[in-house]
């Protein structure tokens, strides 16, 4: 089964300070039903283990950063024990999966419609893949429509859809990055996009871009989403292929993608000036 994944999207695409492949499980094992999800939190796995999965992929990592204990008494320790004594093998395809064609930004690209597109920041040496992606409406829309748009095709957050701009500029060549992408500016910029989606921008870069976006043509405009609505969307998509790809093979799997909202935020409360 990891190899079927790992032919989709191969661990030597990851960054170097990423932690991606087989967390937990033994990759001789039989898998009958794999659970597609953002997040490896404990609701999460119990959701997989309800349904019956044998496999978690999952897009972050649970042990990105060193630990130096699994123990059951670590909230990441009971995430590993839970998921090993119920027979739950746990995979992460994470900036991998980023840089993939498909990959998290094609999935995002596609359900805002956005066609002819290519990566953002490609890899060096492989032009088609890379991280984030910039492709184009099929007629211009208003900044405000276009929220709008952003609006409909992501699940529902506390968070919502946040726009900086003017709402009646028209947009046309849009960037996307899934998950956090200010770190990308300058690559936005290059690609003369007009408006930019991604997660968790911060107050500083987002202030400077539209400082300078001001000070020269008005691009790009920014609209900011909530970190899991970013992504959920490749899950489907990585499901399906895995699918395909395993029955080519004269394997049979189910695939299902997690309904459990994990973005970390539950509630929004409106400030007095609105």
């Not at 909230?75 to 746990?90: D, E, M, N, P, Y």
């Not at 748009?149 to 990055?177: F, I, K, N, S």
């Not at 408006?195 to 405009?221: I, K």
């Amino acid at each position: 089964m990891t190899d079927a994944l790992e032919v989709m999207h191969p661990l030597d695409r990851a960054q170097s300070w990423d932690a991606v492949g087989l967390v937990c499980g033994d990759p001789a094992a039989p898998v009958r039903r794999v659970h597609f999800a953002v997040d490896p939190v404990a609701a999460v796995v119990e959701e997989a283990i309800a349904a019956g999965a044998d496999l978690l992929v999952t897009h972050h990592p649970l042990l990105l950063r060193p630990v130096h204990s699994v123990a059951a008494t670590t909230f990441k320790g009971g995430v590993v024990h839970r998921a090993i004594t119920a027979g739950l093998a746990l995979y992460v395809a994470h900036t991998n999966a980023d840089a993939g064609a498909p990959g998290v930004s094609d999935a995002l690209a596609r359900v805002l419609d956005l066609d002819d597109l290519v990566p953002l920041d490609p890899l060096p040496g492989h032009p088609d893949l890379g991280i984030g992606r910039v492709g184009t409406l099929a007629a211009p829309e208003r900044l405000g429509d276009f929220a709008d748009r952003v609006a409909a095709a992501l699940p529902g957050t506390e968070q919502g859809v946040r726009v900086a701009g003017d709402p009646d500029a028209l947009v046309r060549r849009v960037a996307v990055c899934g998950g956090s992408g200010d770190s990308l500016f300058e690559q936005v910029r290059a690609s003369g996009a007009d408006v930019y989606v991604t997660a968790d921008l911060r107050h500083h870069p987002a202030s400077e871009a539209r400082e300078r976006a001001a000070f020269e043509d008005g691009r790009p405009h920014l609209v900011d989403v909530a970190h899991w609505a970013s992504e959920w969307p490749w899950l489907a998509g990585c499901a399906d292929r895995l699918v395909v790809a395993l029955a080519d093979g004269g394997r049979t799997v189910e695939a299902h993608v997690s309904t459990t909202r994990t973005d970390p935020w539950t509630l929004r409360v409106p400030s007095r000036g609105e």
